[in-house]
């Protein structure tokens, strides 16, 4: 069972940035998935949940308007569109099963900075 992050990188405040989640051994669309992030000092927060289908999406409300979660089933993935980047949006971002929630991956790193 895996999870792979990728996609992050340094941006600038008001750029975008898409990431993706690679889902391996297990029946990736049986499950909801979440997009969550730890900045430096603080605890995880989730950022993101998407349904089964990928109807249902509930983003937090420090990213509502700006981050996006969707997934493809046929290709095992999950995705975080991110526009509207913000200095705060600075953190580790990892992906990870609903429930009943798999270890935690190596993550994404993603930096908003000028």
């Known amino acids: 069972v895996q999870l792979v992050e990728s996609g992050g990188g340094l941006v600038q405040p008001g750029g975008s940035l898409r990431l993706s989640c690679a889902a391996s051994?297990?029946?990736?669309?049986?499950?909801?998935m979440t997009w969550n992030r730890q900045a430096p000092g603080k605890e995880r927060e989730l950022v993101a949940r998407?349904?089964?289908?990928?109807?249902?999406?509930y983003t937090a409300d420090s990213v509502r308007g700006r981050f996006t979660i969707s997934r493809d089933n046929a290709k095992n993935t999950v995705y975080l569109q991110m526009n509207s980047l913000k200095p705060e949006d600075t953190a580790v971002y990892y992906c990870?099963?609903?429930?009943?929630?798999?270890?935690w991956g190596e993550g994404t790193q993603v930096i908003v900075s000028s």
């Open positions: 051994g297990f029946t990736f669309s049986n499950f909801g």
């Open positions: 990870n099963r609903d429930f009943p929630p798999l270890p």
């Open positions: 998407i349904g089964i289908s990928g109807i249902t999406t």
